[in-house]
Each structure stands twice: as C-alpha cells, then as structure tokens.
Nanobody, 128 residues
Framework: QVQLVESGGGLVQAGGSLRLSCVAS????????MGWFRQAPGKERDFVAA????????SYGDSVKGRFTISRDNAKNTVYLQMNSLKPEDTAVYFC?????????????????????WGKGTLVSVSS
C-alpha cells in the first residue's frame, strides 16, 4: 500500500509562488503515475497535473497550464508541484495522488474515485 504525505502549502499573496512536495512510501514509487488534484470548499475535486512513471510525460488542467509545473524525483520518492502566478481561485486543499494503471494524460479524465491512493492534502490559500 502506498502512503502519500504532502507538504508546502500556506498563505500567499496573489501573484506569488509555492512549491508543494509529496513523499511516497509503501510501494515502489516509480511504478506509479503521480498527480495532483485540488478541492475548494463546497466544490468537487478537480485535476491539476500528472506525471508519468519516468517523468517524460506530463498533463495539466486547463486552468493551471502555463503556471504550474509537475516534476518527480524517483530517487527521493517525491513528486513536486511548482505553482507560479497564483490566483485567489487557486485556493484549495491540494491532494497528492498515485495510480498504478493509468497514464499521465488519462489521470486528468478518469473519475477521481478510481484513483488508487490519496494523500491527506495540504491547504493553499491565495489572498487578493
């Protein structure tokens, strides 16, 4: 079983940047597609970004494309989300996700209840 622990959230001014980290344990990290989702209060959990097992393919939600960058370091069992030019509408709890069967592209369209593993989330708050 994979366990995921996110960190790096916080309160930032609009236009600022944050770097989220997710450390995985319990399974061989590189065997999983990794991703990030976010959920604002009262809203559905939305796809943010995903990265392939070897890091060669990435996928992004339309609202973050060009501002966020996902990366992974398999030697450290860690996936990152670099968030630049943050907007108030980016405010949400950000969840790390892992899946053994999907692709980076397909993680953006699969039902969220089909994702294998989730972290507990880290809160990102962006003030205007």
């Amino acid at each position: 079983q994979v366990q995921l622990v996110e960190s790096g959230g916080g309160l930032v001014q609009a236009g600022g940047s944050l770097r989220l980290s997710c450390v995985a344990s319990g399974e061989f990290f590189s065997s999983h597609v990794m991703g990030w989702f976010r959920q604002a209060p009262g809203k559905e959990r939305d796809f943010v970004a995903a990265i392939s097992r070897g890091g060669g393919e990435t996928s992004y939600g339309d609202s973050v494309k060009g501002r966020f960058t996902i990366s992974r370091d398999n030697a450290k069992n860690t996936v990152y989300l670099q968030m630049n030019s943050l907007k108030p509408e980016d405010t949400a709890v950000y969840f790390c996700a892992a899946d053994s069967a999907t692709s980076a592209r397909n993680m953006g369209v699969m039902p969220t209840n089909r994702v294998d593993y989730w972290g507990k989330g880290t809160l990102v708050s962006v003030s205007s």
